[in-house]
């Protein structure tokens, strides 16, 4: 992208710059979280744990849908709740990559196929917690709730464990449609659960995170946002000590940390994720691995969207066959 979008134009009645006075120059100078004492062997203990749950994947019923199968299934968490997704596999042939696919902080009350080939099996898993298959389930639903719950034990952090059943859903998907290369894909809230569980599971080939969120807490912190994060900013106003609690979530962070190739799709303005933290997900994978599409926003309707989020899966799509490309 060369040159602003006229943001003002675009925006106008918008309460707050969501470009939090940055350019894309400067957000490509955001510096991730360094990684804090024992962040990575805490993660390693977690994935390791995890390899002893069995997601004991169940086929609740099945729909044909074109040329996909769609089933509603129920599997376990890292902490064995019970918790609902959604599995979509090719009525014929065999699938050649398996997706696991994460959403918003809205929840997710259907299957996307806009970033899955039709040629692929795919989960939807849907966070514990959140509608419309596991409201209630494992987690308070509502955000503000939702995104705090926890925080004081790390082993129990909500947002962390909505990480972690991401492995279960791996492991739901690989024991449904058969031992599969995986790819993510995780946009915003699922992009930064993506963000911190990928980097540890080593069964993935690619990732994409779209407009991704807990990403770089210290720039978070500082501003207000209509997302998820604003309940964190207040919550730390009022708790200074939270902000090392929340150390070990930044997706920033685990991002650092990553060994495939990763596709992030970041915005220059956006209300509900700052684009800082956005960005400095982006600015932790690795350089040769990484490969970073600048939005105009995210979060938000503006003239064009329609083409730029073509455009996007179109790229994201090319991003997965070039990650099953042989070396």
Known sequence: MTGSPPFDTWFPDA???????FTLETLRAVSPIAAPAGFAETWRRWRAEARDVDAAPRVLSMQQ??????????LSGVDGVHLRAWLVEPVSGAARVGIVHSHGYGGRDRVEFGRVPSDAAAIFPVA????A?????GAPEPVEQHVLA???DPDVYVPGLCARDLWLAADALIDLAGDLPLYFVGESFGGGIGALAVPWDDRYIGATLAVPTFGQYDERLAVPCLGSGEFQRMHVQRHPEARDQLRLFDSSTSAAFFTIPVRVEAALWDQSVP?????????AVPAALLELEVLPAGHAEYPGLARVTVDARRAGLAHLDRALAPA
Not at 133 to 137: E, I, M, P
Not at 275 to 283: D, H, I, K
């Open 15 to 21: 309460a707050f710059d969501g470009s939090y006075g």
């Open 65 to 74: 849908r074109g040329r996909r199968r769609v089933s509603l299934v129920e």
């Open 128 to 131: 514990r917690g959140l509608g």
């Open 133 to 137: 298959l596991n409201a209630g389930v």
């Open 150 to 152: 926890g925080l004081t």
């Open 275 to 283: 684009p800082q933290g956005q960005f400095a997900v982006a600015n």
